[in-house]
């Protein structure tokens, strides 16, 4: 049984998370990714999307990379679980079909947009936020066509601000998973947030779907 000691990555930024009204679900599907994320991205994460509802509504569509790029300095920070993955680095596309918000309490835009991995600074700024610092940045997929490349920081918070609309990036938490996953499922961690867990290669990510942490 997959582990349900899960901190949720809290962070002075945002945080997407969605209203639910039932336990979600999630299944596979065969879905091609819209025609306003670039082909070359289409083509890397391919048509098998994992569909995240709540009853019966459709929340979201996430296509994920099969392979993750590796970091040639992989980090090892304090708080960072997935310092092996490349910063900036695509890790899939998002399609969000309901109501989302973001981690102070803002609503994200309906849409579509590509998920580059990021890790929070340790500064003043975020210092104390989270135990883990690791999460995925929601990019307007007009600002982002190359899946071979890894944004640097100013390229994902241009990106990721044009997708939320306003002056902060759009983030999806991201925390470990401490057992093995064969197939993707939701779990609810003890904060009482709906986490999808989902292996890509040799790694189990946790993406929280539903809550948030702190504000601050």
């Known amino acids: 049984m997959i582990r349900r000691t899960l901190i949720l990555l ?3 930024v ?3 998370s969605i ?3 039932a336990e979600p679900t999630v299944e596979k599907q065969e879905i091609v990714v819209p025609e306003v994320v670039g082909e070359a991205i289409r083509a890397a994460v391919g048509s098998q999307a994992l569909v995240v509802s709540a009853g019966e509504a459709e929340i979201a569509n996430i296509w994920l990379r099969g ?3 590796s970091a040639g300095n992989p980090s090892t920070e304090l708080g960072v679980s997935f310092g092996s993955i490349e910063a900036g680095s695509l890790v899939g596309v998002i399609q969000i079909l309901g109501q989302w918000s973001d981690y102070k309490m803002n609503p994200i835009p309906a849409g579509t947009y590509t998920l580059r991995y990021g890790v929070m600074p340790a500064d003043g700024n975020h210092m104390g936020v989270s135990t883990y610092r690791d999460f995925l940045m929601l990019i307007d997929p007009s600002a982002d066509t190359d899946p071979a490349s890894a944004l640097d920081m100013v390229e994902l918070l241009t990106g990721s601000s044009q997708a939320s609309g306003v002056p902060h990036p759009a983030v999806l938490a991201l925390f470990p998973i401490w057992d093995d996953v064969s ?3 939701i779990v609810k961690n003890d904060m009482d947030q ?5 292996k890509l290669g040799d790694k189990v990510l946790g993406l929280v779907v539903e809550g948030h942490g702190e504000i601050h």
Do not use: C, D, H
Request: no cysteine.
């Open 10 to 12: 809290s962070l002075l």
């Open 14 to 16: 945002l945080t997407i």
């Open 19 to 21: 209203v639910l009204a």
């Open 67 to 69: 392979e993750l790029q």
């Open 183 to 185: 197939e993707p499922v």
């Open 194 to 198: 709906w986490t999808l867990a989902v």
